[in-house]
Nanobody, 125 residues
Framework: QVQLVDSGGGWVQAGGSLRLACAAS????????MGWFRHAPGQEREFVAA????????YYTNSVKGRFTISRDNAKNTVSLQMNSLLPEDTAVYYC??????????????????WGQGTQVTVSS
């Protein structure tokens, strides 16, 4: 199994950048699809991005394409989400998640088995 700790959230003005990080403790991290989700107040948990086990493929929700970049370093058991050109609409608690199945196109949170504790991202206008 995989245990995840995510970090890097904070407060930025619109147009700014943040880089979220997720550290994994599982021995089989490199076998997992990794994803990022976000949960804004009053909203459903939303898929943001996913990356294949090797890092060779990525998948993003439309609202973040061109602004966010997901990456991973399997040697360090980490996954990151670089967020540029942030918008107030990006304000949410962000969670990293792990999926033991090698499918980056799962958008449903219930398809992911392991989750970080969440890190708050606040973007002000």
């Amino acid at each position: 199994q995989v245990q995840l700790v995510d970090s890097g959230g904070g407060w930025v003005q619109a147009g700014g950048s943040l880089r979220l990080a997720c550290a994994a403790s599982g021995r089989t991290f490199s076998s997992y699809v990794m994803g990022w989700f976000r949960h804004a107040p009053g909203q459903e948990r939303e898929f943001v991005a996913a990356i294949s086990s090797t890092g060779g493929s990525t998948y993003y929700t439309n609202s973040v394409k061109g602004r966010f970049t997901i990456s991973r370093d399997n040697a360090k058991n980490t996954v990151s989400l670089q967020m540029n050109s942030l918008l107030p609409e990006d304000t949410a608690v962000y969670y990293c998640a792990a999926d033991p199945w090698n499918n980056i196109y799962n958008r449903r949170a219930e398809e992911y088995d392991f989750w970080g504790q969440g890190t708050q991202v606040t973007v002000s206008s």
